[in-house]
């Protein structure tokens, strides 16, 4: 098709439609250049938003976890881990550790050399004295309550008044 000119110089009504086409295809296509670009950006911060939940919820998972373990005192601290410790007549080993949580010490004397064998705990929590004593003779478990404290000591005693004694013991705090 050849392109028709007016007499006055001026382009044909044909010319000026092909350009207005022309222009109007640009346009579009730098439209959907802006818009491909725009949804990609928005995408990226979306999926970057998706990422970060995720991660959150995760971690949230895992301390609702903890907590739980806490709550129904599945969480333990060994205290002291199948040790053997000997005492003179009439006298006692002790550990201290730090409660955060309210639970129990479980005390094992898997073996000792004398029937005189006493685990005591003590502490002081919220105005509350603890002081509790238990024979476990020759071997036997002890379990006590504790609350959250700095400093709760655990005793393992050899009550008889002339021989000295061994005992083999784990202590274990539940919380």
Not at 75 to 92: C, E, M, P, R
Not at 128 to 153: K, M, R, S, Y
């Amino acid at each position: 098709m050849s392109e028709v000119s007016t007499s006055s110089g001026e382009p044909s009504v044909g010319t000026v439609v092909k350009s207005s086409r022309t222009r109007v295809l640009i346009i579009l296509i730098v439209l959907i250049a802006v818009l491909i670009i725009s949804n990609a950006y928005v995408f990226m911060t979306f999926n970057d938003q998706v990422n970060k939940l995720a991660a959150d919820k995760t971690s949230l998972q895992s301390q609702v976890k903890n907590l739980t373990d806490i709550t129904t005192l599945n969480k333990t601290i060994t205290l002291v881990d199948n040790q053997t410790v000997g005492q003179g007549a009439g006298s006692y080993t002790s550990w201290t550790f730090s409660a955060q949580y309210a639970g129990y010490v479980e005390v094992i004397v898997h073996t000792s050399t004398t029937t005189n064998t006493q685990v005591q705990v003590i502490y002081n929590s919220y105005s509350v004295v603890f002081d509790q004593t238990i024979t476990v003779g020759a071997g036997g478990t002890a379990v006590f309550p504790v609350l959250p404290a700095q400093n709760i000591e655990v005793r393992i005693g050899n009550t008889n008044p002339t021989d000295t004694a061994n005992e083999r013991i784990t202590a274990t705090y539940y919380y």
